[in-house]
Nanobody, 111 residues
Framework: QVQLVESGGGLVQPGGSLRLSCAAS????????MSWYRQAAGKEREFVAT???????GYTVSVKGRFTISRDNGKNMVYLQMNSLKPEDTAVYYC?????WGQGIQVTVSS
């Protein structure tokens, strides 16, 4: 059974940092591109970042230069390092692999 479990969310002040983790099980994550999405209250889910099997990464414009996606295929993990966080980064963050989604984790940026 494919499962994606996010961790590392929480409350942080503007300008702070958080590192999200996504643990994959039930499949070999190295076979998939892995992505992060987010959904703010009252808004549609949006793409944040993706990383291919090759390690090539892509980002939405609003997070480029602040967020870094990485993966550890040996551990079946994908990460999202988020720096210089802004209140508009507040959302539920989801890990995605193919058609599979995690349950999401809350990130709140507020003073």
């Amino acid at each position: 059974q494919v499962q994606l479990v996010e961790s590392g969310g929480g409350l942080v002040q503007p300008g702070g940092s958080l590192r999200l983790s996504c643990a994959a099980s039930g499949f070999t994550s190295s076979s998939f591109g892995m992505s992060w999405y987010r959904q703010a209250a009252g808004k549609e889910r949006e793409f944040v970042a993706t990383i291919r099997n090759s390690g090539i990464a892509g980002y939405t414009v609003s997070v480029k230069g602040r967020f870094t996606i990485s993966r550890d295929n040996g551990k079946n993990m994908v990460y999202l390092q988020m720096n210089s966080l802004k209140p508009e980064d507040t959302a539920v963050y989801y890990c995605r692999a193919g058609d599979n989604w995690g349950q999401g984790i809350q990130v709140t940026v507020s003073s």
